[in-house]
Structures are given as C-alpha cells and as structure tokens.
C-alpha cells in the first residue's frame, strides 16, 4: 500500500491533541517504506520466524512424507496431466506451510490430504473406468513410424520434426532409418522405439498409426 503525501500527514497531526502528537508523529515515521528498521525487516525479522520456519518445515515434511507412503507409489507417478497438477500442488503446499504467517499446519495437512485423497479416487476410477480414464488421460499418438514423420499426428499435437529428432538423439539412435517408432505418451514424454516397426507389440493402444497403403 502508497504511504500518504506529506500534506494528508500534515492535516492529521494538526487534528490530534498536542499531548499526543510526537508519539503519532514517531509511529508515522517508524511505518514509512524508507525507514530503515523497514528495510531490515526484509533481511531479518526476528529468530521468532526462524525458529517457525525450523519447525513447520520439519514438521510439514515429516506428514507428507507419510501421507506418500500411506497413498503408495502412484501418487507420484506423472502418468497423465492430472498426476503433474497434484505433485506441483503438493510441493506448493508445502511451501506455503513454511514460509505464509496466514496458514496453519492443520490447514497444510488438510490441503495434502483432499489432494493426495483427490488423486486416489482419480486413479482407482480410472483403472475401474473406461470413461472416467478417458477424460483423464489422452491417449498416445504415434509421431513417427518407420522411420518417417507422421505429419498430421504432429500438427494436431504441435510437435516440431526437431523436437523429435531430438528425442531419437537423446535415446541413442544414430539413424532414423533404424528407428520403428516415436511415440508422445499421455504425460507429454517422448519414448523411441528401435526394431521392426511391424513387430512392436508395445504400439497396442496407440493411436495415430498409419495405414499400410500410405507407407
């Protein structure tokens, strides 16, 4: 918030009592923005917060490593798009747990519960639903296949041939001839396959594969 111009800060004082105008004058001059017990206040604000920050941070840590351990392995598992949001999440809340005056560690533990909670049910209704495991995950779509680009499947996902050149040098591939197929998975990596395109039996599912005539 601005700090008011000297005229307003003029006008106040003169409507305060004589007895108590120094002391108003001194807390006005102490809340100024360029006073520098201010300025200190950025750099250190007393060992109170420290020892909070000390507190709060273990203790925070301490709980959602055990909510993790509870939920198992799949709550951090980036599967989807849905799973990146609730890792980020997690790690937000535990940041403002810490650092924010305004947020209680009830209130953290309850954040990572409703979102560890969230990605619970999100999970189980998708290995038990063909619906639901649509709306949250994409389906992966084949970029190259045979060693040649797939030129709509990159278009409609915006992926550049670069970035898929990319992905071939990064798994080791000397040659696009020798590669069978590159496919962008539903959380957005990219998996190089080697070998007889026609023999991949790890392209079931994925859709965007083109037709015999078209090769």
């Known amino acids: 918030s601005s700090f008011p111009p000297p005229q307003l800060v003029v006008m106040g004082l003169a409507a305060v009592p004589s007895n108590g105008r120094a002391e108003l004058l001194r807390v006005i001059v102490l809340a100024h923005p360029l006073h520098p017990k201010k300025g200190m206040s950025m750099l250190f604000d007393g060992w109170f917060q420290i020892f909070r920050t000390l507190i709060l941070g273990v203790l925070a840590y301490l709980g959602l490593v055990v909510m993790l351990r509870v939920s198992g392995k799949r709550t951090l598992a980036k599967m989807n798009a849905f799973d ?11 940041a403002t747990i810490v650092l924010s005056k305004d947020t209680s560690l009830l209130q953290g ?17 998708a290995v038990h639903s063909s619906t639901v495991n649509k709306i949250l995950k994409s389906e992966p779509v084949i970029l190259l296949y045979r060693g040649r680009l797939i030129r709509d499947n990159l278009h409609s996902e915006r992926v550049k041939p670069e970035e898929v050149y990319q992905a071939i040098r990064a798994n080791g591939a000397q040659r696009v001839e020798d ?13 190089v396959l080697t070998g007889d395109a026609s023999k991949l039996t790890a392209l079931q599912g994925v859709s965007g594969r083109p037709d015999a005539s078209t090769l």
């Open 84 to 94: 990146l949001v609730v890792t980020v999440a997690l790690g937000s809340t535990l």
């Open 109 to 125: 533990f309850t954040a990572f519960f409703v979102l560890v909670g969230m990605q619970f049910v999100a999970a189980w209704g």
């Open 179 to 191: 590669v069978g197929a590159v496919v962008l998975e539903t959380d957005g990596t990219f998996s």
